[in-house]
């Protein structure tokens, strides 16, 4: 279950790309005025303007899974609380995000088909 997908919500989308720019030493990957991604060394890393609207705090890392409901299920049987349920959020891929008891926050993420 690798992790290789770490967001960042940000207020200022122009500001996040050109730190992640900075940063990163290249330039995006994905540029659309509702998400920015990079993708460099087998790791990508995002902003979302939305995601303090979607309860997202500060950077979240998220753990790819076979399955995702199943997963989501194991966690919160296992204490954490959800933040943003299962989401389809395009070209097949969903996530889904929840705290720990200390507020730490984990995502999830699987194909369509997971």
Partial sequence: MPMNTVIFPVSDLDRGKAL????????PSIDEPYYVGFD???????????????????????????D?????????????????DVQDVGGGMRIATVKDADGNMIGIRSSAAG
Avoid at 20 to 27: F, R
Avoid at 69 to 79: V, Y
Wanted: hydrophobic share 40%; no cysteine.
């Fill in 68 to 84: 995702l409901p199943g997963t989501l299920r194991s966690l919160l049987d296992a204490g954490a609380q959800t933040v943003q």
């Fill in 20 to 27: 992640l720019t900075a940063l990163l030493g290249t330039g």
């Fill in 40 to 66: 460099v060394d087998g790791q990508h890393f995002g902003l979302d303007p939305n995601g303090q609207g979607k309860g997202l705090t500060g950077p979240v890392a998220f753990w790819d899974v076979d």
